[in-house]
């Protein structure tokens, strides 16, 4: 792709005419606001869709300001892109299965889970395609969420990296990240419910064919494959290389220039390509509430 039509501000017509979705891009590497689009009309509007899902997959998360949409409509509209998932820790809204809450409130210990750069639920066997974040109720200053592209990512490994990890496969657990602060029974109770996935650490898009980087620090423990004859020569030589080629590959995440970081505003909306990116909502707001309601869309298998 030509890298300044990438970046160029688009106008999409909606099949109706009536309308017309701008797209202006927030970096050359990641993330793009798209305006004149009201989310609760979007649902029903199949074109419509069909840019949004466009511009989803060419700037891997994209933006909407001022949807003062309902809880019903928010569920509605990311329905039209699969199945909804609920989190096992997080727990959905009572009347809206699927609607996870994740809301921070003063007078609660705020619990440190999205504060660490991550792919949403990769201890699934087949993590979320997609979410879509709203913002209820924002902290007077800070709470900004940061996405990085893990596509370029991989792209900017050097060769021989990108030849070592080619056929590894890592775990990714649930039990190591939500399940820390449990006690023993109730965390070994969350992981014979959500057992340990297997992943490859090279995936392939489903829908693109790109190459991602699919380790994240929040959830992947180690590889599974790594002590080969090729990697290890005695037995206690084997884990600091895997060890330390897991961190230099997970640290990936932290380069600027592959991330963009959005302010938010009440009613604004993100949606991301759960397959291509990670994230990381900065928690730099105490004492103030955030809160912010969540869809995620059912995945499919990483190979
Ligand atoms: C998440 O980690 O899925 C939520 C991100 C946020 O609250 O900004």
Redesign the pocket.
């Known amino acids: 792709m030509n890298n300044d039509t990438a970046i160029a501000p688009a106008l999409v017509r909606s099949s109706s005419l009536t309308r017309s979705m701008t797209v202006n891009p927030l970096t050359c590497s990641i993330g793009a606001e798209l305006s004149n689009v009201h989310l609760g009309a979007a649902a029903e509007d199949e074109d419509l869709l069909a840019e949004i899902r466009r511009a989803l997959l060419r700037h891997r998360v994209i933006f909407f300001r001022d949807q003062d949409i309902s809880r019903a409509e928010h569920v509605a509209f990311a329905r039209r892109f699969g199945e909804l998932e609920d989190h096992p820790v997080v727990g959905s809204h009572p009347d809206h299965p699927g609607l996870v809450q994740?809301y921070k409130t003063p007078d609660s210990p705020l619990e440190r889970?999205?504060n660490s750069w991550?792919t949403?639920a990769t201890w699934r066997e087949q993590p979320p395609m997609g979410?879509v974040?709203r913002c209820v109720e924002c902290p007077t200053v800070g709470?900004d969420?940061m996405w990085v592209n893990m596509v370029m990512a991989y792209d900017r490994l050097p060769d021989d990296i990108k030849a070592k990890i080619e056929p590894l496969r890592a775990r990714h657990s649930i039990e190591s990240s939500f399940g820390a602060a449990m006690p023993m029974d109730k965390r070994l109770a969350l992981k014979a419910k959500y057992p340990d996935a297997e992943h490859p650490v090279v995936r392939i898009h489903p829908e693109t064919g790109e190459k991602i980087l699919f380790v994240n620090s929040s959830f992947t423990t180690h590889f599974t494959n790594y002590n080969t004859p090729a990697n290890v020569r005695y037995g206690l030589d084997k884990s600091p290389g895997a060890a330390q080629l897991l961190g230099y590959l997970t640290s990936q995440a932290m380069i600027p220039e592959y991330q963009v970081r959005f302010r938010?505003q009440k009613n604004s909306v993100?949606f991301w390509d759960n397959r291509s990116t990670q994230?990381y909502?900065v928690m730099d707001y105490e004492p103030c509430h955030?809160k912010?309601e969540?869809t995620?869309i059912i995945g499919g298998a990483t190979d």
């Open positions: 994740i889970n999205e991550h949403d979410c974040l709470g969420t938010w993100a994230h909502a955030r912010m969540r995620a």
